[in-house]
């Protein structure tokens, strides 16, 4: 089967909002074996609207529509289908009855005719309930494709794919099997890892397809297999994930759905009964947010002190303002002196301490700008390393970022073997 995504919205076109309506469809139509070949965002704009349906009749098994279905003038999807399937609105009467019970019974406001007119809906179309919001959603076949309208708001937009869209789907469409297995690696660049893998990846069955997908500082290698026996697919994956694993075991430090790096040093920490705290400049926080966005972080995660200014450095870290004017503040001194401060301060076994110029201008220091120092502070030494990460700033800071949990994570492995 083959599915494409549309979004409806003028504020999307504007870089108003970002659509995260289509990354979270297209990954519930692939887990099922639908196929998304296109993702495609138009204006508020009825012509450009008959025009894409059009474009898509016949091409594809499912169109599916998000936006425009609101109670403002500006939304006009419904009264578009109506045009693209000749038909009329009716007053959908179950519809009714819910937007009022919601308005009335939970918003605790008389109903307006506004929202009212939220029951009406196209004569020939299946009506998906929409049990957290007011706007049904629309379910309609015209010859070989089904277009499927769905509101905007995300969180009403998952509730209707996941209780009403996939189920239905799944009952009545044959679909093969799309079976994704993604492999997380850090400390190596894609041109390095594809050159490490070329042998295995060229020994890859046709129904097997790798694919790169890289970031600073890690490339996760994505592999999908496709075809009609399950089983054998996800055997078939298994078998190609261990081989591969005797290949790049050094990188590897999980995998997709959960396991990303951050997981992988909470659990290791969690199992040696381990803590860790951060001192950051030129990441500003984020790594000490990185790893406290783990459930269960508050086990090994002490805290952070975001030392940006100089001043917190020597106020707050006890950094001594004579290391800073004999080395600068992007040293290898002074980021062993804040990683140790801080476990010191927060009383851990581990603390990972940055400093440096992200960028796009120098600040306290004459260091190259894109030049990163980190230091780890462990039980019972301190790792500095330097780095210079380029530009631009975001980049800077990501690598900065990844590249610090790559170090606790080599550690830590260290020690328990």
């Known amino acids: 089967m083959k599915a494409t995504i ?37 204006s508020d704009d009825k012509n450009h609207i008959l025009d894409t349906f059009a474009k898509l009749q016949n091409k594809v098994d499912l ?44 918003f605790k406001r008389p109903i307006n005719q506004m929202n009212k007119d939220q029951a009406l809906v196209p004569s020939k179309c299946t009506v998906l309930h929409n049990a957290v919001g007011t706007a049904p959603g629309m379910w309609v076949k015209k010859e070989n494709t089904v277009f499927i309208s769905l509101p905007g708001v995300p969180y009403e937009m998952k509730y209707l794919v996941e209780n009403e869209i996939i189920p239905k789907v799944i009952r009545e469409y044959e679909r093969p099997y799309i079976i994704h297995k993604t492999i997380l690696t850090h400390g190596q660049g894609e041109s390095l890892v594809a050159e490490r893998i070329e042998e295995w990846e060229n020994s890859l069955p046709e129904f097997l397809k790798l694919a790169y997908l890289p970031a600073p500082g890690r490339v996760r290698l994505r592999l999908s297999a496709r075809g009609t026996d399950k089983a054998f697919l996800e055997n078939a994956l298994e078998e190609y994930v261990v081989s591969l694993d005797a290949v790049i075991n050094d990188i590897i430090v999980g995998f997709e759905e959960g396991n990303t790096i951050e997981v992988v040093v909470g659990e290791l920490l969690t199992k040696q ?17 990185l790893l406290s966005s783990v459930p269960g972080s508050s086990s090994y995660f002490r805290g952070s002190i975001v030392s940006y200014a100089t001043a917190v450095k020597t106020d707050v870290l006890n950094i001594s303002a004579d290391l800073i004017d004999e080395f600068s503040v992007v040293s290898a001194q002074v980021a062993s002196a804040m ?60 690598r900065a970022l990844y590249k610090s949990l790559e170090m606790l994570h080599k550690e830590i492995l260290k020690k328990q073997s």
């Not at 425009?68 to 003038?73: D, S």
């Not at 578009?80 to 939970?106: N, P, R």
């Open 6 to 42: 549309i979004t409806i919205g003028d504020e999307i076109l504007i870089g108003q909002i970002v659509d995260t309506n289509s990354a979270f469809i297209a990954k519930s139509l692939d887990k099922i074996g639908v196929e998304v070949t296109e993702m495609i965002s138009i």
């Open 63 to 106: 169109v599916l529509i998000t936006g425009g279905l609101g109670p403002t003038k500006d939304d006009v999807t419904k009264k578009t289908f109506c045009d693209y399937f000749e038909d009329e609105l009716i007053v959908d009467q179950k519809v009714l009855e819910h937007v009022t019970q919601l308005i009335e019974g939970i």
């Open 339 to 398: 990683a140790l401060s801080v476990k010191q301060l927060m009383q851990t076994d581990y603390a990972i301490a940055t400093t440096g110029n992200a960028g796009p201008s120098k600040g306290d220091s004459d260091a190259a700008i894109g030049t990163v120092f980190m230091a780890l502070a462990t039980p019972n030494d301190v790792i500095v390393e330097e780095f210079n990460f380029g530009q631009p700033r975001e980049k800077v800071i990501d």
């Open 273 to 289: 009964q381990k803590t860790i705290a951060t001192a950051e400049s030129c990441t500003g926080g984020s790594i000490a947010s």
